[in-house]
């Protein structure tokens, strides 16, 4: 059974800083696409950043040069290092995959992507 598992969120004042991470399970996603959303209350849930299987790496643009993706493949992994955390930065963050393999392409909708996490609360105090 394939799982994402996120953890590191939390509360946090504005200004500040938090690591998400997404672990998986059940397979590996060394040649998928992996990518991050968020969803805030009474919203739907937007597109954060994604990351494809050979390193190409887009951003939604209010998160650009304060959010950064990275992945490790040995371990299976994703990460969001998030800085400079703003009020509107507020939200459940998603790890998502795509179960489609060798995409060079950067996704971007929700529905490219195929297993999601649990989900991981932040929320960015003023």
């Known amino acids: 059974q394939v799982q994402l598992v996120e953890s590191g969120g939390g509360l946090v004042q504005a200004g500040g800083s938090l690591r998400l991470s997404c672990a998986a399970s059940?397979?590996?996603?060394?040649?998928?696409?992996m990518g991050w959303f968020r969803q805030a209350p009474g919203k739907e849930r937007e597109f954060v950043a994604a990351?494809?299987?050979?390193?190409?790496?887009d951003y939604t643009d209010s998160v650009k040069d304060r959010f950064t993706i990275s992945r490790d493949n040995a371990k299976n992994t994703v990460w969001l290092q998030m800085n400079s955390l703003k009020p509107e930065d507020t939200a459940v963050y998603y790890c998502?995959?795509?179960?489609?393999?060798?995409?060079?392409?950067?996704?971007?909708?929700?529905?490219?992507?195929?297993?999601w996490g649990q989900g991981t609360q932040v929320t960015v105090s003023s």
């Open positions: 059940g397979r590996t996603f060394n040649t998928n696409n």
């Open positions: 998502a995959a795509d179960r489609r393999a060798y995409s060079g392409t950067v996704r971007y909708r929700t529905n490219d992507y195929d297993y």
């Open positions: 990351i494809s299987w050979v390193g190409s790496i």
